[in-house]
């Protein structure tokens, strides 16, 4: 039977991120966004949390708790409510440590998950997205072919997050025809960072272009080693990540428009008694709902490891639809005031309208 109370420990988790969220994230995210960065402070803050560490076994310095779809949804849900980029910065060496968590061989593990596991943030990203019209996960253009002991990989990618300061990086590549995954160490040989992207909504992360110019790899850093990788697992589990953050953000517009409705009076009496505003309020309210249970019922379904390809896809594109839909409708509800920077609800519709472009840029 399905639960939609969260357990004990997951109620306890959602109100610690959210105190996170509130008092870290809401507290500083115009600057960020209008500066360009995220005070170090707050990424240290939520670093101590333990998000990653959490989930890797004792044998590698982690935490030896449970790795949950389900409660990284939720974790997800929040960080993204209390700022886009702030949560993907925060869980962006995810994308490096949980493939390696899941599908690394013994020694990938034993050699990189215990760097995730210290006190100071470590710095880890992976790259997927192609800077082509028609770029496809399971279609890439960057290649990669075995030489020797190592692979060559070939190639350039774009939107990839913290790729300056990243210690590893985790590129995916065409292999005989299937995509595979290959992890990189700071300064590889041909392993070139271009200058940082200037993109409508994210501004507070930093996304680079990268380009892999007959980029040696040692075979040992092929995921999963000869067994390579269950991509499609990879990309299930960022899906699901990217839906849970666009709930978060969507929600965030909704709650914020709906108290301004509330408060802000026209004609002697709150804008939110008239109808076309109520019906608008009440629209975004019920595309939120929806969009968080398809995203629990794919997490639901990652965590009894079945194949969760049909619920990943779907809720993944309902909630690109969705949360351009609340956060524009956001806008318009604030009318003149949602345009200005004033109110936050135009940083959200920037944010939000990336979301159909973000693939892999976060997983749980």
Same mark, same amino acid.
């Given at each position: 039977?399905?639960?939609?109370?969260?357990?004990?420990?997951?109620?306890?988790?959602?109100?610690?991120?959210?105190?996170?969220?509130?008092?870290?994230?809401?507290?500083?995210?115009?600057?960020?966004?209008?500066?360009?960065?995220?005070?170090?402070?707050?990424?240290?803050?939520?670093?101590?949390?333990?998000?990653?560490?959490?989930?890797?076994?004792?044998?590698?310095?982690?935490?030896?708790?449970?790795?949950?779809?389900?409660?990284?949804?939720?974790?997800?849900? $929040?960080?993204?409510?209390?700022?886009?980029?702030?949560?993907?910065?925060?869980?962006?060496?995810?994308?490096?440590?949980?493939?390696?968590? $899941?599908? /690394?061989?013994?020694?990938?593990?034993?050699?990189?998950?215990?760097?995730?596991?210290?006190?100071?943030?470590?710095?880890?990203?992976?790259?997927?997205?192609?800077?082509?019209?028609?770029?496809?996960?399971?279609?890439?253009?960057?290649?990669?072919?075995?030489?020797?002991?190592?692979?060559?990989?070939?190639?350039?990618?774009?939107?990839?997050?913290?790729?300056?300061?990243?210690?590893?990086?985790?590129?995916?590549?065409?292999?005989?025809?299937?995509?595979?995954?290959?992890?990189? $160490?700071?300064?590889?040989?041909?392993?070139?960072?271009?200058?940082?992207?200037?993109?409508? /909504?994210?501004?507070?992360?930093?996304?680079?272009?990268?380009?892999?110019?007959?980029?040696?790899?040692?075979?040992?850093?092929?995921?999963?080693?000869?067994?390579?990788?269950?991509?499609?697992?990879?990309?299930?589990?960022?899906?699901?990540?990217?839906?849970?953050?666009?709930?978060?953000?969507?929600?965030?517009?909704?709650?914020?428009?709906?108290?301004?409705?509330?408060?802000?009076?026209?004609? /002697?009496?709150?804008?939110?008694?008239?109808?076309?505003?109520?019906?608008?309020?009440?629209? +975004?309210?019920?595309?939120?709902?929806?969009?968080?249970?398809?995203?629990?019922?794919?997490?639901?379904?990652?965590?009894?490891?079945?194949?969760?390809?049909?619920?990943?896809?779907?809720?993944?594109?309902?909630?690109?639809? +969705?949360?351009?839909?609340?956060?524009?409708?956001?806008?318009?509800?604030?009318?003149?005031?949602?345009?200005?920077?004033?109110?936050?609800?135009?940083?959200?519709?920037?944010? /939000?309208?990336?979301?159909?472009?973000?693939?892999?840029?976060?997983?749980?």
């Amino acid at each position: 039977m399905i639960s939609f109370s969260p357990t004990e420990e997951q109620q306890m988790i959602v109100n610690m991120v959210k105190q996170v969220a509130t008092d870290e994230f809401r507290k500083v995210y115009r600057e960020a966004d209008e500066s360009g960065e995220i005070p170090a402070h707050v990424v240290d803050t939520a670093w101590e949390l333990g998000f990653i560490s959490t989930g890797i076994p004792e044998e590698h310095n982690g935490l030896g708790g449970e790795r949950s779809a389900i409660t990284g949804s939720l974790i997800a849900e $929040e960080l993204a409510w209390g700022d886009l980029s702030m949560a993907m910065h925060t869980l962006c060496p995810a994308l490096v440590a949980y493939p390696i968590l $899941e599908m /690394g061989t013994p020694e990938q593990q034993s050699k990189y998950l215990p760097a995730f596991c210290g006190d100071k943030y470590k710095p880890a990203t992976a790259a997927l997205i192609e800077p082509r019209f028609n770029s496809d996960p399971c279609a890439l253009s960057a290649s990669a072919r075995l030489d020797g002991n190592d692979y060559i990989v070939s190639g350039e990618k774009c939107y990839v997050p913290l790729a300056a300061d990243a210690d590893l990086l985790l590129v995916y590549a065409a292999e005989n025809g299937s995509t595979q995954g290959f992890i990189l $160490e700071k300064g590889a040989s041909g392993l070139e960072v271009g200058e940082r992207e200037k993109n409508m /909504g994210l501004k507070a992360l930093p996304t680079y272009e990268v380009t892999f110019k007959d980029c040696r790899v040692p075979q040992a850093n092929r995921l999963g080693g000869k067994d390579g990788c269950d991509f499609n697992r990879i990309m299930n589990c960022s899906r699901v990540a990217l839906s849970a953050m666009a709930v978060g953000v969507a929600r965030a517009a909704f709650e914020y428009s709906r108290d301004y409705a509330k408060e802000r009076a026209a004609f /002697g009496e709150p804008i939110a008694s008239r109808q076309a505003i109520a019906f608008m309020l009440a629209e +975004m309210a019920i595309e939120v709902d929806a969009t968080r249970l398809m995203t629990w019922e794919a997490a639901w379904k990652l965590d009894r490891q079945e194949n969760a390809t049909r619920e990943a896809s779907l809720v993944k594109m309902y909630a690109d639809d +969705m949360v351009v839909m609340v956060t524009d409708g956001g806008v318009q509800i604030l009318g003149g005031h949602g345009y200005i920077r004033e109110h936050p609800v135009e940083l959200w519709l920037r944010n /939000g309208r990336g979301f159909a472009t973000f693939d892999g840029m976060a997983i749980i």
